[in-house]
């Protein structure tokens, strides 16, 4: 991974990541916190998608009241 990294590609590559993804989580965690509230994986997958629906709800309605930003 390393070796990757050093390359024009790899890091390029890379540094789309922070606009791509990491955004994502990073707000998420914020706004919700650490741990997801339920157990088990079909429990867990319910709550990630909710959590993720209210996120984007949450930039279309900040697109809609703040158009061009």
């Known amino acids: ?3 990757k990294l050093k390359t024009k590609y ?3 590559v890379y540094a789309r990541r922070k606009v791509i993804v990491e955004p994502v989580f990073g707000q998420i ?3 919700q916190g650490k ?3 339920l157990r088990g994986l079909q429990s867990v997958a319910h709550e990630w998608k909710l959590l993720t629906a209210g996120h984007n709800l949450m930039k279309l309605h900040s697109y809609r009241v703040n158009p061009g930003t």
């Open 35 to 37: 741990h997801l509230l």
């Open 10 to 12: 790899g890091k390029k």
């Open 29 to 31: 965690h914020t706004r």
């Open 1 to 3: 991974m390393a070796r």
